[in-house]
């Protein structure tokens, strides 16, 4: 069992940065395969980046690459995204998420069916 607290999100101006984290619980971090999902008002939920456990591989939504970094440190069970130069439309609430599969079965961490999940926090870009 995984218990994942996401924190850092904020309001911040287009073109700002802001840094999520997400701790996780239990002995087994390590193990795990790491997300980040976020869901805007009206819409579904859509795949950031994803981590594999050891860190050495790493994926993102065409829609943030080369604006967002995943990185984790298993030493202090917490995994974050860097966000940098945000616009409007990354608005939404943003999920951290664990499954103990390799990203390679879970479509490159795309795929939504992750086996825990955070309760989110809202990341407000203004224009």
């Known amino acids: 069992q995984v218990q994942l607290v996401e924190s850092g999100g904020g309001l911040v101006q287009a073109g700002g940065s802001l840094r999520l984290s997400c701790a996780a619980s239990?002995?087994?971090?390590?193990?795990?395969?790491m997300g980040w999902f976020r869901q805007a008002p009206g819409k579904e939920r859509e795949f950031v980046a994803a981590?594999?456990?050891?860190?050495?591989?790493?994926y993102y939504a065409d829609s943030v690459k080369g604006r967002f970094t995943i990185s984790r440190d298993n030493a202090k069970n917490t995994v974050s995204l860097q966000m940098n130069s945000l616009k409007p439309e990354d608005t939404a609430v943003y999920y951290c998420?664990?499954?103990?599969?390799?990203?390679?079965?879970?479509?490159?961490?795309?795929?939504?069916?992750?086996?825990?999940w955070g309760q989110g926090t809202q990341v407000t870009v203004s224009s």
């Open positions: 998420a664990a499954d103990r599969r390799p990203l390679t079965m879970l479509l490159h961490g795309r795929t939504p069916e992750y086996e825990y």
């Open positions: 981590i594999s456990w050891s860190g050495g591989s790493t």
């Open positions: 239990g002995r087994t971090f390590s193990t795990y395969a």
